[in-house]
T-cell receptor
Framework: GAGVSQSPSNKVTEKGKDVELRCDPI?????LYWYRQSLGQGLEFLIY????????KSGLPSDRFSAERTGGSVSTLTIQRTQQEDSAVYLC?????????FGPGTRLTVL | GENVEQHPSTLSVQEGDSAVIKCTYS??????FPWYKQELGKRPQLIID?????GEKKDQRIAVTLNKTAKHFSLHITETQPEDSAVYFC????????????FGGGTRLMVKP
């Protein structure tokens, strides 16, 4: 079946602009995660959605970052007033009973 | 919270040799330990995982060992091939469902032909 998909694959924006990144999880997966991966670095947890529960936002680096998950499926990560240090690959993952499956990521470049 | 340390950060081996990557974790309640492989420009993919009720698990050329007392686990790749070249991430979770994974910093493995 279809895996996790993300869009856009690449996003170039100017400092100070807002961006929205989209994640389509695997159908039926109740858990969804956002991670950030800076160049050559590890995976930094950002936010976690599980079913209808309140999301775990403990990894969001600042109040410029927010995420929504509508209808328990698609999720959008929004970064307001982007800064150059926000440049990274943003990875989404969905999970059902154990394994987290990652999407291809969105490479964000803030000029 | 949980802290996962991974070593080495880079590893270069000759094709056919074995490679070992080690991770330590801080939270003794952790009981699920997956390993992900990320090829250049690709998404991380699960290659093997182990739960705390076993000490070793094998899948062809890949094995993972777990020492709960010492709070460390290792990935072993035998008969390495150039296609094994990638970044490998270990992770730990406190629940067997893998709800919240804490990742290590990654190991860049280079297999020289």
């Amino acid at each position: 079946g279809a895996g996790v998909s993300q869009s856009p694959s690449n996003k170039v924006t100017e400092k100070g602009k807002d961006v929205e990144l989209r994640c389509d999880p695997i159908s039926g997966h109740t858990a969804l995660y956002w991670y950030r991966q800076s160049l050559g670095q590890g995976l930094e947890f950002l936010i976690y959605f599980q079913g209808n529960s309140a999301p775990d936002k403990s990894g969001l680096p600042s109040d410029r970052f927010s995420a929504e998950r509508t209808g328990g499926s698609v999720s959008t990560l929004t970064i307001q007033r982007t800064q150059q240090e926000d440049s990274a690959v943003y990875l989404c993952a969905s999970r059902q009973e154990g394994t987290q499956y990652f999407g291809p990521g969105t490479r964000l470049t803030v000029l | 919270g949980e802290n996962v340390e991974q070593h080495p950060s880079t590893l270069s081996v000759q094709e056919g040799d074995s490679a070992v990557i080690k991770c330590t974790y801080s939270d003794s309640a952790s009981n699920y330990f997956p390993w992900y492989k990320q090829e250049l420009g690709k998404r991380p993919q699960l290659i093997i995982d182990i739960r705390s009720n076993v000490g070793e698990k094998k899948d062809q050329r890949i094995a993972v060992t777990l020492n709960k007392t010492a709070k460390h686990f290792s990935l072993h790749i035998t008969e390495t091939q150039p296609e094994d070249s990638a970044v490998y991430f270990c992770a730990a979770s406190k629940d067997n469902a893998g709800n919240m994974l804490t990742f290590g910093g990654g190991t860049r493995l280079m297999v020289k032909p």
